[in-house]
């Protein structure tokens, strides 16, 4: 069912899933949203089963004429939501009509926001995924960024009786300051005094920052003298934070496959969504935890995540 | 010969989901072949919670699930998988047959490895289309593949300017390694040749014709054969 045209695209629209798994191996990149958090948050707020295509929105929103009725909800970075020139909230489920203008504006915090619609944004799975890879041109809409008078379809869903919003309490709030948990290694053995530089520095989000990777910049990081500063390439995870020979990390993204430079630690994954929010200009210090800490708090994330929608998505008599 | 596998692998903690596990460091053949053998082990016998097994030259990066399994866990599961590997049936790798227009606009840089390697195109052609390559590697783009087994007379340093776009199917030369451009991307390789044959199809449900581990070997074509072929494809 067709439910928006879009008027303006913004600056960089995409739609996205939770990502394309099993497939590295053939060097397709999992793709997917950057912020697991806003998007699942997103689909609970319209009822959504958990993995449904949503357009992950970035820094500059859309402009979009509604063309069937459903509910939406938006969240993710603050963006200034208007229906029909009125402001809207975002973390909340909104009814939508035929003719209603839905316009998402200049990012004020945050980067990245996630639409959502009941049924999920509708285009054909590519290898079991409806996420865009913009770089391999498949998946999403057409394999790319959406344009203007593109028409955006959703799939079959039941439209909500009581509309629904998220405890103000868990909304989480975008600061300029970014403290982002990262576990040393795979080849942290390559530095040494490198390590501390790491972690005891401030490093400044670049304007090269997008889907693939966030260069920053900050007092150079040294490979210990005796090491090669490059390494035979090999596959990167998401979050894998990335040292090239000018000693200025890269925190590489989903839409990375191979590389062939060290990696001096790796952002931990309940912690990839405060990066996707992260603007140029951001200043960001790594804090180092261990293996074990980090797999206590994807656990407890998880729990998190499990118990939220139980008790933090309010319903609105 | 001397024996570059590491005696014991070497683990590599790549954040709370990734574990690199690594045979060597070096590229090579056995180190290759034994990376092939355990990617082949851990899909036939996936030790609890792990997600994916991604081969690599010289290493297995292991996708795992935190809530299922842990570091120790793993270990003590992948070394113990390895002590039973001359157990297991692990079946030969396929080798895969590229068809290659050599040379005219297919490798526009045909003649530069020639002049490189004080041969002549003909020559590149032989060479190329006479050996068998092993599949280190693929990444960088859907279903590119970094092939070992280069002869060295056709070895070329990559272009100085790498191109705005090589074309779908391009073949190419970097250093010791060959490669195929499954789609078209911006690249740097020295390009000799070009295949019709489609190496990447997303909406096929095996979308590849080759995964890592395998062999390839490049059949020189004609022009009308290419022509004839690609639309074929294009049907």
Known sequence: MDVFSVLTPGAYTTVQDEGRFGYQQMGIPVSGVLDSFAFRVANMLVENPVNCAVLEITVMGPRLEVLSEADISITGAEMGITLNDQPVQGWRSIKVKPGDILGINQVKSGCRAYLAVTGGIDVSEVMGSRSTYVGGKIGGYYGRSLKQGDIIKRGKGLKLKPARHLSPAVIPKYSSNIVIHAVPGPQDDFFDEGLKTMFESEFMVSAKADRMGYRLQGP????????????????????????????????????????????????????ICKVAQATPGDLIRFEQITLETAHTLYRDRQKFMQELEEKHIIRIS | MQNVLFKKPLFRIAGDRGLLVEYGDVIDPDINNKVRSMAIVMEKETPEGV????????????????????????????????????????????????????GQEFGPD????????????????RIHSGAEYQIYMIGFTPGFPFLGGLQESLHTPRLETPRFIVPEGSVGIANNQTGIYPVASPGGWQLIGRTPIRLFSPERSNPFIYKAGDRIRFKPISEEDYTRLAGEVEK
């Open chain 1, 220 to 271: 150079v990081i040294k490979h210990r003298e005796e090491v090669p500063k490059s390494i035979i390439s090999e596959p990167s995870v998401p979050g894998g934070i990335q040292v090239p020979a000018d000693g200025q990390p890269i925190i590489l993204l989903v839409e990375q496959t191979v590389g062939g430079y060290t990696k001096i630690a790796t952002v931990i994954s309940t912690d």
């Open chain 2, 51 to 102: 997600l994916e097994t991604i081969p690599t030259y010289r290493s297995l990066l292991i996708i795992y699930n935190p809530a299922i399994t842990n570091l120790a866990r793993l270990k003590k599961e992948i070394l113990a998988l390895e002590e039973r590997l001359s157990e297991i049936k692990i079946a030969p790798p396929d080798t895969v047959e590229i068809p290659v227009c050599y």
């Open chain 2, 110 to 125: 045909i003649e530069f490895v020639a002049e490189h390697n004080s041969i002549t195109a003909d020559d590149v052609i």
